[in-house]
Structures are given as structure tokens and as C-alpha cells.
């Protein structure tokens, strides 16, 4: 492969691109000289403010991270019904609770984005990430009872399931220690 067409200059190029469209966008203006504005405002980002390497390990799968993407999206609409719900019912607000997650993921990228993920979905926070031991603190809006928490623990196992089965390769997958725990 080619010096210029190493993977590094490829995702520049796509930084680049993506900043430039971003400049046009927000000055809603497309003319050359707004986007030569836009690509050298984007260059001094790129090359002048570069952000540190992220190991990237493992494979893409674009079914799964397709299948990923609508079960997400799914889960955020039904707990932005449920939040909705606990705002306008009469009874009081429900039993809130830090829960405790262990995962399987190996990647830092793949646990960052289960994280972001997981502060998306209304109704949680994620309040601390243990990178070592791969868990993660969850504020919960309704642990108010048993099956809120089992329901809580199933969509997190098909949510991490579904990013493993997206981005990392199922033989480098580890399990970690899971089970349901209600932090006081």
C-alpha cells in the first residue's frame, strides 16, 4: 500500500472533510470561499490540535451494527415514554438507584460508546466507568422494583451483546463476573 493511502491519512482526509462540511453547514453558506475557510479552519484542528491515537481492534460488521442501531433507537423511545409517563402519572416519582454493570468488552472505543449509549437512553446516567475491571455505574430512574431491575439488566446484556457482535472479534471477548447488584 501506497505511503498516502495509509490508514491514518485516510481518516485525516475523512476529519477533514467532515469539519469542512460542518463549517459550510453552521455558516450556511456554500461558496468557495467559505469552504476554503472551512477546510483550513479544519486543517489547524487536524494537524495543529490532533487528538491522541485510539487503538482500533477488531472487525465492523454492518448488519450488526445496523441490527445495533435500531434496537437502540427502540430502547430510547420506550424509556422516553416511560420517563414521560413517571412525569404526568399521579402517583409519586419512582425509586431511583445506582446499579452496578459488569461487562464483557474488551475494546476502550466500544466501552466509551456503551457508555455514551447508556447516558442517551432517558432515564439513565452513567455516573463512573471502571476501566480495569470493566464496569460501569448506572444511575436508574425506576428500580422500584424486581422487574424494573431484571428488565434494566436485559436491555443492558442485548445492548453490549449486540456492540460486541458490531465491533470486536467474539474470540477475544472476556466475561467478566455478571450479575444483578442494587448499590444502596
Known sequence: MSRLLTRDNVLRAGVLAWLTAVWVALWGDLSAANVLAGFLVAALV?????????????????????????????????????????????????????????????????????TDLFNLIPGTMVLE???????????????????????????????????????ERPSERRRLGAGPEVLP
Not at 441490527?67 to 409519586?92: H, N
Not at 424486581?146 to 457482535?165: D, G, Q, S
Open 46 to 114: 487536524v494537524f495543529a490540535l490532533p487528538l491522541p491515537l485510539v487503538p482500533v481492534t477488531g472487525r465492523f460488521h454492518p448488519l450488526s451494527f445496523l441490527e445495533f442501531i435500531a434496537v437502540s433507537v427502540y430502547y430510547a423511545l420506550e424509556s422516553s415514554v416511560q420517563v414521560a409517563w413517571f412525569a404526568i402519572r399521579p402517583a409519586g416519582p419512582p425509586v431511583s438507584g445506582v446499579l452496578r454493570v459488569h461487562l464483557g468488552i474488551q475494546s476502550d472505543l466500544v466501552l466509551v460508546i456503551a
Open 129 to 167: 466507568v471502571d476501566r480495569a475491571r470493566c464496569v460501569i455505574y448506572v444511575h436508574v430512574l425506576d428500580v422500584g422494583s424486581e422487574e424494573a431491575v431484571v428488565k434494566f439488566y436485559r436491555i443492558t446484556r442485548r445492548l453490549e451483546h449486540l456492540l460486541i457482535n458490531a465491533f
